[in-house]
Antibody, heavy 116, light 110 residues
Framework: EVQVTETGGGVVQPGGSLRLTCGAS????????MSWVRQAPGKGLEWVSI???????FYAESVKGRFTISRDSAKNQLYLQMNDLRADDTAVYYC??????????WGHGALVTVSS | QSVLTQPPSASGTPGQRVTISCSGS????????VYWYRQLPGTAPKLLIY???QRPSGVPDRFSGSKSGTSASLAISGLRSEDEADYYC???????????FGTGTKVTVL
């Protein structure tokens, strides 16, 4: 069964760091485009980052220079390293398989709360 | 922030047809496929429409999508109480090299 599951959410202080992990089953993370999408409490969806199957990465302006997307082929996992976190980064972060023109698999999301 | 514009709300009575618009620009809707998701509170988005007007397996034909120029729309016919949810459009934006989403529309069944 094709599935993705996010882990690593939690509470972090402003300026702190956190790494989210997305475990995949039923398909290869490295052979697919993968994206992170977030949703702040009571707000809409916001695309965060994508990693192509060839390894190219792109980021939303709001996280560029602070967040890094990566993957581990052996573990079949996707990561989002988040540094210099701010209050407005508070959101549920979803991992999604990205088919280029839509997302076909989403996880249940991981809540990241940035607060002192 | 959202690049695509949707009405904040839409409503109808059971059985009616509701249409949600999604307005963008040449760098996103004008040059890419549009997709639509439905989201219930506390759950992940569910794909309703992809590639402008394609329905995934399991999505009823009450849901239909269309695109013209830099705008798109989602139509829900035969409105049902379980259609109460938030609806988002989205597309790839070539200028931003990333996906962009709509502002979201809350559908209420009266």
């Amino acid at each position: 069964e094709v599935q993705v599951t996010e882990t690593g959410g939690g509470v972090v202080q402003p300026g702190g760091s956190l790494r989210l992990t997305c475990g995949a089953s039923g398909f290869s993370v490295s052979s697919n485009y993968m994206s992170w999408v977030r949703q702040a409490p009571g707000k809409g969806l916001e695309w965060v980052s994508i990693i192509h199957s060839v390894g190219r990465t792109f980021y939303a302006e709001s996280v560029k220079g602070r967040f890094t997307i990566s993957r581990d082929s052996a573990k079949n996992q996707l990561y989002l390293q988040m540094n210099d976190l701010r209050a407005d980064d508070t959101a549920v972060y979803y991992c999604a398989r990205d088919l280029g023109d839509f997302f076909d698999q989403w996880g249940h999301g991981a809540l990241v709360t940035v607060s002192s | 922030q959202s690049v695509l514009t949707q009405p904040p709300s839409a409503s109808g009575t059971p059985g009616q047809r509701v249409t949600i618009s999604c307005s963008g620009s040449g760098s996103n809707i004008g040059s890419s496929y549009v997709y639509w998701y439905r989201q219930l509170p506390g759950t992940a988005p569910k794909l309703l429409i992809y590639r402008n007007n394609q329905r995934p397996s399991g999505v009823p034909d009450r849901f239909s999508g269309s695109k013209s120029g830099t705008s798109a729309s989602l139509a829900i016919s035969g409105l049902r109480s379980e259609d109460e949810a938030d609806y988002y459009c989205g597309a790839w934006d070539a200028g931003l090299s990333g996906h962009v989403f709509g502002t979201g529309t809350k559908v209420t069944v009266l």
